[in-house]
C-alpha cells in the first residue's frame, strides 16, 4: 500500500503516484502504473480551467494542498483570516470574469469564508470558496468529529449553487459545475465541499486525466429578443429627459467602448453608480454625478445597466425620484439591461426589460442606434449642466480650505489629485464618511479601478480587496479606509508585506467609527461604544512587518507620503489624522439608522 500511503501522508512529490500491485497482495513486485490522488486531481483541474490563483488560509486537511498547487505552479496567497481570502477572491472574480478561488479549512475556517461569498452572491462577484470537510459518516451520525458541520447544508442558502465531491473521479465534474455556477447567468458565490477522505483517494493518472473537464463557453453570450430592444429604443427616443444609470454589472461586463459608445452616441446623461465610476472618465461631460439628486426626481426615462433598483437607488420610488410619499413611485419609466430575468419589476414596474449579457444588449441597442438618433432636448442638458457646474464649483471651494485639523475634505484633495496623476491607480475604499466623501471627491478615469463596500455596504473588504487587486493586475493599489473600517482586516498588511505588493493604505482616522469625540454619558471609565483609543499610531502596524509607516497631520505631509508610496510601489501605510469631530452618524445613510425618540 506504499502510494496510498504515501499520498495519504502527503508526501507523494509529483502529479503521479506509483500503484499498489494488487495481484501480489501488495507485499511486492510493484507494477510502475501510474496513478493520481485527489490533491493533483484538483490542482489538474483547476489550471486546465485557467486558474492561476489561489487565495487562502491552510490547515487540516488542505495544508497539502495548498503545498502541491505552489509547486504545481498556481500562485498560492496565504492570508491571516479567511474571511479577506475570501473578499480578495469575490473581488479577483469581479476584475477578471474567471472565478476567484478561497480555500478554508473545516467548520470555522469554512465559517469565516462564509461571509465573504455570501457578499460575492449579494454583490454578483463570481467566487468558489472550497472548503475541506470531515467525515461524512461521523458527520452525518452527528458523532463528534473534530471541527464537524454539515458545511453543504449551512453554504446552501447563502451560495448560487454548492456542490460536494465524495470521490475522485468526480473531481472534474465537481469543479466544472462549480466554474460554470459562479460565471453563466447572474455571476455569484459558489461553494465546493471536499471531504478529507477525497484527497488521498488515489485513481489510474490516465483515466483521471480523462475524468477532467475544461469548461467550455463557461459565461455563454445571452442574446436579447429583438422585441425587447426595440421596445427600449422606443421608450428611450421618446423620452423628454432620459438618463442612464451606469452599475457595477456594466462595469463586470468589460464591454467597455459599446458602453461609452451607447452613451455617447444617443448624447444620454448617465450617473455611474459606486463601482462604475471611471466605465467612463467622471470627467466625462455627460456624467450627471454632480446633480444626482436633480437628475434622479426630474428624469422621466431611466436606463438602468447592470444596476439593481435596491436601497442604493432607494428602490426606484419615493422622494429621491420625486414622489410624494417615501413609498410613491415617482413617475418615471424604466429600461432595465440585466442578464437576470427575475430582477425586473422587483421594486418598480419595468417598462421595458432588456434581458441579456450586457456586451450583447448594449450592441442589439447599439445596432438600432444610427447618426439621425435625437439628442435629448436642450433644456434638459442645460438644466443638469447649469446644476453641475454649481455643485462643482461649490466643492472646489470646500476642497480648497485647508483647515486645522485635517478633515476628510482636504485629506482627500489629496488622493483625488494622487489618482488623477496615477490613473491606473486601483482605488479600495470603505469606511462611512470616508467611503461617502471619497466617492463624491475622488474622480475615477478607467473603468474597474473602483472597488468598495458594495451592496452591503460591508467593512473588512479593504486589506482582502487590496492584495487581491495588486496580485490579479500589478498595479499600485490606495485603499482609503476609516479607521474602524481598517480595523476589520488589518492584520493583512503582515500579509501585504509578506507578499511585497503595491499597496497604500491610507487610514483617515478620526478616533472611531463615523467620530471619535463621543464620551460615556455615566462618567463611567469605560469609553462610549463608538470611540477608539486616542491617536492610535496604526502605522506601527505596518512598520512591524517590514513596510514603511507613515504618520501624517496635514494635507502636505500626506501628499508627500502618498507620493513616496507610489514611486517606491512598497507596502505602506499612512496614518493621516483628522478632526475627530468630522463625521456624521452612518455617514450619508443617517436616516436608516434607528434612534430612540428623544425623551
Ligand atoms: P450597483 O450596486 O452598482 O447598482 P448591482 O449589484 O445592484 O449594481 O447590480 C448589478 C446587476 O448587474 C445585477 O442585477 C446582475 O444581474 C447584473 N449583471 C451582472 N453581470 C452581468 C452581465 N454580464 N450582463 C448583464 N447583467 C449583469
Ligand atoms: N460591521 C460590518 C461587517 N459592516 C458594517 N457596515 C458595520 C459593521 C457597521 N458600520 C458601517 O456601516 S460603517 C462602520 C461600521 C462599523 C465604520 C465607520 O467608521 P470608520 O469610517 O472609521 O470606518 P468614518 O469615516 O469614521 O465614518
Redesign the pocket.
Known sequence: MESITAARKGTASAATVAAPDITSGGQSNVQPQQETDGFHLLIDALKLNGIDTIFGLPGIPISDLTRKAQAAGLRVISFRHEQNAGYAASIAGFMTQKPGICLTVSAPGFLNGLTALANATTNCFPMVMISGSSEREVVDLSQGDYEEMDQLAIARPLAKAAFRVLHAEDIGVGVARAIRAAVSGRPGGVYLDLPAKLFPQTMDAEAGRQSLIKVVDPAPRQIPSQDAVQRALDLIKGAARPLIILGKGAAYSQADADIRALVEKTGIPYLPMSMAKGLLPDTHEQSAAAARSYVLPEADVVVLIGARLNWLLSHGKGKTWGGKSSKAWGGQKFVQVDISPTEADSNVRIDAPVIGDIGSCVKAMLAGIDAKWPKPPAEWLNAIGERKSRNIAKMAETLAKNPTPMNFHSALNVVRDVIKANPDAILVN?????LDFTRSIVDMYKPRKRLD?GTW????IGMGFSIAAAAVSGEQVIAV??????G?SGMEVETICRYNLPVCVVI?N?N????GDEVNPTGGADPAPLAFTKDARYEKLMEAFGGVGVHVTTPAELRNAMEDAVRSHKPTLINALIDEKA?TE??RITGLNPTAKKA
Do not use: P, Q, T
Open positions: 470603505e469606511g462611512a464618511n470616508a463596500v455596504g460591508v467593512m473588512g479606509e476609516g479607521d474602524s473600517a481598517f476589520f483617515l478620526n472611531g467609527v463615523y467620530r463625521g452612518s455617514g
